[in-house]
């Protein structure tokens, strides 16, 4: 597992367990606790917001992640839930639920992502795969969810919210 550390050689360190941001730079961000949680969402909404047949992102608690440059823009993709991303260059750096404890860090934008493989134990899997495009076959020995049931794990982690109405 990947780790660094920031700060002066006798000044508060602390552990940076994840980084990234998006294409051209402007944003940045860092997390000070791994994952707790990982996904292939194919939901009809994570496939236009990255272009793909499915997103792949990784759970963070609100408490362990930080914009270390720039401040995203939001789209409201439901009554609920939006995407941040970046308004130069339009990658997208998240989704979240307002008030949820966690965000949904997408795994394409982190710096490393090989730190965290998607065939190891604990992860959640496929979930909503009763949305995905129907000629793509799942064979990767992963969970399946047919939904949002088991979307995440919240025993996994120690929760903290924040209210994304901005």
Not at 87 to 113: E, F, M, W
Request: aromatic share 16%; charged share 20%; with cysteine.
């Amino acid at each position: 597992m990947f780790c660094f550390q920031t700060g002066g050689a006798l000044m508060n360190k602390e552990k940076i367990y994840a980084s990234g941001g998006c294409f051209c730079g402007e944003l940045r961000y860092e997390t000070t606790a791994a994952p707790f949680d990982g996904t292939y969402c194919h939901c009809s909404m994570c496939r236009r917001s990255t272009g793909g047949l499915f997103s792949i992102g990784v759970f963070f608690n609100w408490s362990d992640f930080r914009m270390v440059k720039g401040e995203p823009d939001y789209y409201r993709a439901t009554e609920l839930g939006r995407y941040a991303f970046c308004r130069n260059c339009g990658s997208t750096i998240y989704g979240a639920y307002d008030g949820s404890p966690s965000l949904y860090v997408y795994l394409g934008g982190l710096d490393n992502p090989d730190d965290w493989p998607f065939d190891a134990e604990g992860w959640s899997g496929h979930v909503f795969v009763d949305d995905k495009v129907s000629w793509y076959e799942i064979n990767d020995g992963l969970p399946q969810h047919a939904a949002s049931a088991g979307y995440y794990d919240a025993s996994k982690a120690d929760h903290e919210s924040k209210d994304l109405n901005q």
